[in-house]
Nanobody, 124 residues
Framework: QVQLVESGGGLVQAGDSLRLSCAAS????????MGWFRQAPGKEREYVAA????????YYADDVKGRFTISRDNAKNTVYLQMNSLKPDDTAVYYC?????????????????WGQGTQVTVSS
């Protein structure tokens, strides 16, 4: 069992940066690959980024590549999402998720545990 708690969301202007954190409780954080997803009002939850169990490999959705960076600190049981050059289209609730799977990390169905989400609002 893993509990996930996101933090770091807020209201920013276009071009600003935010860093989201996701703190995990429970054992064996390093046995989980982690992902970030987001969901805007009226839209389906969409993949943002994922990171392997060790942190050595990262994956990004095309529309955030080069702007967002996912990282993790297994000693602190925390995964991060550094978001730079934010755009109004990035406005959404951001969720972190954990999975023991190695493949299909872009799919929400691959993840077993989810946080409650943190709101990110980017004004133009």
């Amino acid at each position: 069992q893993v509990q996930l708690v996101e933090s770091g969301g807020g209201l920013v202007q276009a071009g600003d940066s935010l860093r989201l954190s996701c703190a995990a409780s429970g054992r064996s954080f390093s046995t989980y690959a982690m992902g970030w997803f987001r969901q805007a009002p009226g839209k389906e939850r969409e993949y943002v980024a994922a990171i392997s169990k060790s942190g050595a490999v990262t994956y990004y959705a095309d529309d955030v590549k080069g702007r967002f960076t996912i990282s993790r600190d297994n000693a602190k049981n925390t995964v991060y999402l550094q978001m730079n050059s934010l755009k109004p289209d990035d406005t959404a609730v951001y969720y972190c998720a954990a999975t023991t799977q190695l493949l299909l990390l872009k799919l929400p169905t691959a993840y077993t545990y989810w946080g409650q989400g943190t709101q990110v609002t980017v004004s133009s």
